[in-house]
């Protein structure tokens, strides 16, 4: 954002209008477009991507504009989304892959749980989930975790729910949170906020949320919810075949790599403050988040895949193979953006940014609520990021970069608030753990609420500081 005039930034906030249709019928159009999009894929069991690319015609048919002109609205959003987020979620996807199959991901739970004994075990399954689940998508790193949480469960003789809840607070708050994960990265774009800056903001809000939905709440989750671990559940870890493990400092070194380079940039930034500055120069540079994410994999070949003695056939092997399951991310969160530009071209936008005035509601607040609405509704938490990103974007245009990074991470609380029976995450920890549909709400459910809640409590406590 820095070098831009408030011109610029008045000019790019401002939509392209599609249609002149009021406010009344704009609130319709979007009430029936989101309707759309929900009952596809809750009903109809439509792929998201179909489903937010069919919504966001029929939102833009709503609100009578030309057909014409809602396909190049979308088209425009989608092109831009994955223009901006989309090497970025590859380059992820391939430093997760060279995590798991070179066994760093275990060297990594075996060497904190060789360490970590009694009261210390659900704290030690929060450090795990939280260093694993930065480059790791929340369904992966459900895989990688779930047999080190029924192991730990049944050779320690611990409650299932002592153990789980904490790796999978872990998980939750990195995907929600914290960037490369698609859904901030999403928001980041979308708001035109500094990701170093969001980044160190959501480790602040992240650690104490994880903390409280984590270790704390296990405790109550574990008297609701007193089960043993499911032995049958157990599969192979991803590693099991590999002769040699990289070292634990080399595997930490390359996952903390690309986050301790785009923080660097982010303090330079706001200590130096002088785009002309060659240290500045320098950090813009390595702590964006291309260099950054590339730098991490190109070390990751090394100090992951060669440690673990992969030839170079199957290093291309691995990278290939990390990429296939990501395309129907990277349609999803395409699409998405296609619909977050529908929404700014028709107008949307200023409605909500004409309501929020005349109601009186903070922004922040506003953002969380419209999130919350959409997860409920949809069950995805990308899906909740997206829209609601799109639907706040001019609240964010005379916000600072602090208050900018802040409305991202609202919105990425409210994505998170109440998983239930619409969400996949939420029918894999029931299947993975054995529970009913009770028991899965009793603690899944009011875990993510709880992450929701405290996570939005933080958020609002720093924009009264900061």
């Not at 035109?192 to 650690?207: R, Y």
Request: with cysteine.
């Amino acid at each position: 954002m820095t070098g831009l005039s408030v011109e610029t930034l008045a000019a790019a906030a401002a939509p392209a209008p599609i249609t002149s249709a009021g406010n009344v019928q704009l609130g319709l159009a979007v009430l029936l477009g989101i309707a759309v999009i929900v009952l596809l894929i809750t009903r109809l069991k439509m792929h998201a991507f179909l489903a937010l690319t069919v919504g966001s015609l029929a939102l833009g048919s709503f609100a009578g504009a030309p057909l014409n002109k809602t396909i190049a609205s979308f088209t425009t959003g989608l092109g831009a989304t994955v223009a901006g987020v989309g090497v970025l979620i590859a380059l992820g996807a391939i430093l997760g892959k060279l995590l798991a199959d070179s066994g760093g991901a275990d060297e990594i739970v075996d060497t904190i749980l060789a360490r970590a004994k009694g009261r210390a075990m659900p704290w030690a399954m929060v450090l795990i989930a939280s260093v694993i689940g930065l480059p790791l998508f929340f369904e992966v790193g459900i895989v990688l975790l779930i047999p080190v949480v029924l192991l730990v469960a049944q050779r320690g003789g611990y409650s299932l729910m002592r153990i789980g809840i904490p790796a999978l607070a872990g998980l939750s708050v990195m995907h929600g949170l914290i960037p490369p994960h698609p859904g901030p990265l999403v928001a980041i774009d979308a708001l035109h906020a500094n990701l170093g800056v969001t980044l160190a903001l959501g480790v602040l809000v992240a650690i104490p949320t994880v903390i409280i939905a984590g270790p704390l709440f296990a405790r109550y989750a574990a008297r609701w919810v007193d089960i043993p671990a499911p032995e049958h559940m157990v599969p192979q870890r991803p590693s099991a075949g590999v002769e040699h493990r990289p070292r634990f400092g080399a595997t930490v070194f390359t996952v903390l790599l690309p986050v301790a380079l785009m923080l660097v940039k982010a303090l330079v930034d706001i200590v130096v403050n002088d785009p002309a500055n060659g240290v500045q120069k320098v950090t813009d540079v390595a702590g964006s988040p291309l260099i950054a994410l590339l730098a991490a994999v190109l070390v990751g070949m090394f100090t992951l895949g060669r440690a673990a003695g992969f030839t170079r056939a199957r290093l291309s092997s691995t990278v290939e193979k990390s990429l296939a399951p990501i395309a129907g991310i990277l349609l999803i969160v395409g699409a998405g953006g296609g619909f977050k530009q529908t929404l700014i071209d028709a107008g949307v936008g200023q409605m909500i940014l004409d309501l929020s005035e005349s109601w009186a509601i903070p922004a922040l607040l506003l953002a969380w609520l419209i999130a919350v609405a959409i997860r409920l509704a949809t069950g995805s938490a990308t899906v909740a990021t997206i829209s609601a990103a799109g639907l706040v974007t001019p609240l964010a245009a005379g916000m600072s970069t602090t208050e900018t990074a802040l409305l991202v991470l609202a919105i990425g609380c409210g994505s998170l608030f109440f998983s239930h029976v619409n969400d996949a995450g939420f029918w894999l920890v029931k299947e993975y753990f054995g529970m009913s549909v009770g028991q899965t709400v009793k603690t899944w459910s009011v875990m993510e609420t709880i992450i929701s809640v405290t996570g939005l409590g933080f958020v609002l406590l720093l924009s009264l500081v900061l």
